[in-house]
């Protein structure tokens, strides 16, 4: 089981601000996203998204990377600071 | 005072609701300080136009815990690529106001090149990389500002140079 973290306007479409996802590990950040919408089919429209960043362990992350037990996850637009 | 620099990194990053004071945080750069020759600084505020809208005010969201790593990831990388010695970076959270204060960014140095540098390559980055989004109050509703590429192809340049 992951945690799985949102922010920003996914959290907001998506309803959630975070998810535990009952998951193999370890898995890809794509095998997470995938999962999420496989639980959840009504997320795929905002989830598979080609803009959507992916951080775990709070550093950015490409959807290959790794997650494995105890990891933080977390998914969320491009960001818009400064 | 909102920080003290870190007596051996000469770095401190911040991320708060509160206001900024720009007379201090100045004065952080160059108390005690006689080996740098220049400071620059860059300050962000709420401006009352965006994306085509009225902008009322501007609510800031952020990842507690991963801002704030990011922005010391951002700020050690500069110190690696230029010899800076002070660097301060605040941003603020939650709800702001027209003309408000968001984000501020100071580094000291022998020459005023490198200081220059520094600071833009750590606006161009923590506007692509720190985890903080804006919600702009508009006279429409609310508004989620939208990732411009032109931010993109600023950090961009950075990674060819």
């Known amino acids: 089981?992951?945690?799985?973290?949102?922010?920003?306007?996914?959290?907001?479409?998506?309803?959630?601000?975070?998810?535990?996802?009952?998951?193999?590990?370890?898995?890809?950040?794509?095998?997470?996203?995938?999962?999420?919408?496989?639980?959840?089919?009504?997320?795929?429209?905002?989830?598979?998204?080609?803009?959507?960043?992916?951080?775990?362990n709070q550093t950015m992350v490409d959807d290959k990377h790794i997650v494995t037990q105890d990891d933080e996850i977390a998914f969320f637009p491009p960001v818009t600071g400064g | 005072m909102s920080g003290t620099l870190n007596q051996s990194t000469d770095i401190c990053v911040g991320v708060q609701q509160a206001d900024f004071d720009i007379a201090q945080e100045y004065n952080l750069m160059r108390e005690d300080n006689q080996q740098?020759?220049?400071?620059?600084?860059?300050?962000?505020?709420?401006?009352?136009?965006?994306?085509?809208?009225?902008?009322?005010?501007?609510?800031?969201?952020?990842?507690?815990?991963?801002?704030?790593?990011?922005l010391q990831d951002i700020v050690i990388e500069a110190k690696q690529r230029w010899p800076v010695r002070r660097i301060r970076?605040?941003?603020?959270?939650?709800?702001?106001?027209?003309?408000?204060?968001?984000?501020?960014?100071?580094?000291?140095?022998?020459?005023?090149?490198?200081?220059?540098?520094?600071c833009r390559f750590i606006m161009d980055y923590l506007k692509n990389q720190a985890p903080f989004w804006k919600k702009e109050t508009t006279e429409q509703g609310d508004v989620w500002v939208k990732a411009l590429q032109k931010d993109k192809t600023a950090m961009d340049k950075w990674q060819q140079k």
Request: aromatic share 10%; net charge negative; with cysteine.
């Open chain 2, 89 to 118: 970076v605040i941003h603020r959270i939650g709800q702001l106001h027209l003309a408000d204060q968001i984000v501020y960014v100071a580094v000291s140095g022998k020459h005023r090149e490198a200081c220059f540098d520094a």
């Open chain 2, 36 to 70: 740098d020759g220049a400071i620059v600084f860059f300050t962000g505020l709420v401006r009352d136009f965006s994306q085509g809208n009225n902008v009322t005010g501007l609510f800031i969201e952020h990842y507690p815990g991963m801002t704030e790593k990011a």
């Open chain 1, 1 to 56: 089981m992951i945690t799985v973290l949102f922010f920003a306007q996914l959290r907001e479409q998506l309803k959630a601000e975070k998810f535990d996802l009952s998951i193999g590990l370890p898995c890809t950040v794509n095998d997470v996203l995938a999962g999420l919408i496989k639980q959840n089919p009504e997320w795929a429209q905002f989830i598979q998204s080609q803009t959507l960043l992916h951080a775990v």
